[in-house]
């Protein structure tokens, strides 16, 4: 608008000043240098305005991108810290995992460990019964007889390292939980 009325006064300016003859008047003369000082403050105005505006505009668009920025990083931090709690909750999971496979094998050792002791027991209950058989029958020599009470020795000895080991298995799961 004020480039409008800046241009209008410029071209009536001009219109008035060329259209018309010079008369050598003293009047005449201020008023046009009064007209012409017009022209020229309201183009200083005009200029300042514009150079206002555009500062403004300026500072709007400064404003606008410090605040996209801003949002930027937010977002960005946000984006971290949710990755960071992922893997945080992924390590955790693992490790629940690791734990869970731990005491899963804890129990099967101990479990393990159970079924030898019982089969060792039954084999030295079997070993006894033939050999106090034996022995009642008469049918054992001094060498037999030395021969079964080094297999009894051998699996007594066996149970008691497999009482040992359902032990230690035990003591692990015991840890694990």
Do not use: C, W, Y
């Amino acid at each position: 608008m004020k480039i409008k009325i800046a241009a209008l006064v410029l071209f009536s300016g001009f219109q008035i000043g060329f259209s018309q003859e010079v008369v050598k008047d003293s009047t005449s003369r201020i008023t046009n240098n009064t007209v012409v000082e017009k022209t020229e403050a309201e183009k200083l105005a005009l200029e300042k305005a514009k150079q206002a505006e555009a500062e403004k505009i300026e500072k709007e668009r400064l404003k606008t991108l410090k605040e996209a920025e801003k949002q930027r990083k937010d977002a960005e931090r946000a984006r971290e810290k949710a990755e960071k709690e992922r893997k945080k909750m992924e390590k955790e999971l693992k490790q629940a995992q690791k734990q869970q496979e731990k005491l899963a094998k804890a129990q099967k050792n101990v479990t393990k460990a159970q079924d030898r002791l019982e089969d060792n027991k039954k084999d030295l209950k079997r070993e006894q019964e033939k050999f106090d058989k034996k022995m009642r029958k008469g049918k054992l020599s001094p060498e037999d007889e030395i021969k079964a009470r080094e297999k009894l020795l051998k699996l007594s000895n066996k149970q008691k390292e497999l009482m040992l080991d359902l032990e230690k298995a035990q003591m692990k799961l015991h840890k694990l939980n």
